[in-house]
């Protein structure tokens, strides 16, 4: 990935992104993901600029940035689906071997799903109104391998993801169930074929804090149990503090800093880092036990 670690400089009076994420990339994890994109919607150009990053095998990146930084549409654009909102693409996406940027529709509809989970913003909205649970499981195995025993699949994942595992569940409509359900009904298709990596794209922004910590538990467990990298994008840096070894932060397409989360708030680097943690501070001035930088380092 030489054209990657060769990438320019966004921020001229810094360090490069490749040398930042060179400087802060764990040595010991070989990376099972490279990306080096930029994107443009047709009204829009440089929503995304050189943005690059790696994952490590069974890593946990997070990227914070506000909204509008380009979040989603860097998620879209790794899996190749920015073309159904008129984005156009170009740089590099390199997973183990593969150059995902040279595939086809074909090809990409074979990795995603099965080798690189997505969960979505909003979960209400990403499964389909009219179908039973049952089947949106059942067509989701199909998609991706042959055979009856989807059910048991199924069933194994949902204990996985503390779901009901029975068969009353699956018939249910996904009005019938709660946002934080929904959620894990989520996570549980994108992870139902164990891919590799997992973008999960603010899984917690529509959930209560009891629900949200319950999620961020449940990536954990997934992370640990199916040694699966996870790219978690959200605009809370607390949260993701709890859950990440490594954090970029994205600001206007591009990402100003990357590094641990210790690293981060004891030492933030880019003045936009900088306005983010004292955000934090200012938001919890009654906070028993100290500052929010001391209450997000605690996770670790
Ligand atoms: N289809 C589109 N056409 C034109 N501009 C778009 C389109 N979709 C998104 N944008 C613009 O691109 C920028 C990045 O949008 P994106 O949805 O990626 O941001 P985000 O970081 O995910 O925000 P949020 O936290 O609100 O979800 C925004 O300025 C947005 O207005
Ligand atoms: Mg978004």
């Known amino acids: 990935m030489d054209d990657v670690k060769a990438a320019a400089p966004i921020y001229v009076q ?35 600029h050189d943005l690059s990053f790696e994952i490590g095998e069974g890593e946990v990146l997070g990227l914070v940035g506000e909204s509008g930084s380009g979040k989603s549409t860097l998620a879209l654009a790794i899996l190749g689906l920015l073309d159904h909102k008129g984005g156009t693409v170009r740089g590099e996406v390199i997973f183990g071997e593969r150059h995902l940027e040279g595939l086809t529709s074909r090809q990409m509809r074979g990795i ?12 209400v909205s990403a499964l389909n109104p009219v179908l ?6 059942a067509e989701a195995w199909k998609a991706h391998q042959c055979g009856e025993e989807w059910r ?20 249910l409509y996904p009005r019938q169930l709660s946002v934080g359900q929904a959620q894990r009904v989520l996570i549980a298709l994108a992870t139902l074929h164990r891919p590799k990596l ?19 538990g449940l990536l954990k467990q997934l992370n640990c149990e199916m ?33 641990p989360p210790e690293r981060i708030f004891s030492q933030p680097e880019h003045p936009y880092t900088r306005a983010l943690i004292g955000a934090l501070q200012s938001r919890v001035p009654m906070r028993a036990a100290g500052s929010a930088t001391h209450a997000a380092a605690s996770h670790w």
């Open 132 to 137: 039973r649970i049952g089947t949106q499981f």
């Open 152 to 171: 048991k699949n199924v069933l194994d994942i949902f204990e996985r993801v503390r779901l009901p595992a029975d068969e009353e569940f699956l018939r």
């Open 112 to 123: 995603r799903g099965k080798e690189i989970g997505l969960v979505l913003q909003s979960a």
């Open 227 to 259: 040694k699966m990298a996870l790219l978690f994008i959200s605009h809370d840096l607390e949260l993701t503090a709890s859950l990440c070894g490594r954090i970029a932060i994205l600001k206007d397409g591009g990402i100003v800093e990357s590094g």
């Open 14 to 48: 810094g360090p490069s992104v490749a040398t930042i994420i060179a400087m802060s990339r764990p040595t010991a994890l070989r990376p099972v993901f490279q990306v080096r994109l930029s994107a443009d919607y047709p009204n829009k150009r440089g929503v995304l």
């Open 198 to 216: 997992l973008i999960a794209d603010e899984p917690t922004s529509a959930l209560d804090v009891i629900s949200k910590s319950e999620v961020i």
